[in-house]
């Protein structure tokens, strides 16, 4: 269920963002204002004696935008697990201790069972990998620390990402957007046939910033609700890329899987959004550093 503390937009105040060098939260603090960007540089979360770092930067009244996770490509292990679940460990203890107007957590749509089709906020969180599990953990360790202090908390799961800028590389299209550009060759698992939702980050700026101006809070899918196939994905990139551009399949070792969002919390939390086309956001990525 979700919740607008506002019904009309109004500036958050100061906006505290961790993981602002990340791929997200870079692009959120070029959008912000008043914002305090702060990452591993200023204050380092794994570490225990960020608790009082951090508790030393934010203010009552403060909104936190949770960002910053290491992703499946910094390692899928149990070693991994047990950092990002230590990062929670230590923003949940200054959740608790500071009065936040308001608490924005960026979590992921790995909380779902694999098989969970159309995925909605009501679908089963019952994750199949340790990066799913880690974010339904730290989801949990935030709603906690926040009732005692009674900070309205909004949890946001996406889907996956792409636009300039993004260090992951992983497949889909950001990887298919620099292989057409530098190789003029995309490889894909198969012939491309499984579908899914890609998110330009932009659109994922602008509904963060939706959800501060609104003082939102609840849990909410952040995807477009127009899932493709990587097969569609990769003649996009070519066609974006321009020339001639291989599209080469290849044997497949597993099933063919799917992945659906129904978006209507999301288009009812925020009735006029709208979100940018592939097309479009491949365009924009291609004009910006790979």
Known sequence: MIKHYHSQPQS????????????????LVRRLNNVVP???????????????????IVR??????????LTPDKGKDTRTTMKNLAMGEHVAAVVEAVKFAHVIYISSDTVYEDDANPVRESSCASPTTLYGLMHLMR????????????????????????GAGDTHNSYGPNRFLRAALKDRQISLFGQGEEQRDHLYVADCARLIDLC??????????????????????????AAVAGGEVQIKGQTRSGSVT???FDITETIKAFPSFRFT??????????????
């Open 258 to 260: 799917h992945r659906h």
């Open 38 to 56: 702060l990452g591993s540089a200023e204050v380092n979360l794994l570490e225990p004696a960020s608790v009082e770092k951090l508790r030393g």
């Open 139 to 162: 989801e949990r360790m935030i709603w906690v620390a926040a009732q005692k202090s009674a900070a309205p908390v909004m949890v946001l799961r996406l889907c996956a990402m792409y």
């Open 277 to 290: 086309p592939l097309r479009t956001g491949l365009t924009e990525a291609a004009k910006q550093p790979q």
């Open 212 to 237: 501060l101006q609104h003082r939102t809070a609840g849990t909410l899918n952040i995807a477009t609700g127009h899932a493709v196939s990587f097969m569609d994905v990769a003649k996009t990139a």
């Open 60 to 69: 009552d009244g403060d909104a936190l935008v949770f960002a910053s996770a």
């Open 12 to 27: 958050p105040g100061r906006v505290v963002v961790l993981g602002a060098r990340g791929f997200l939260g870079s692009t």
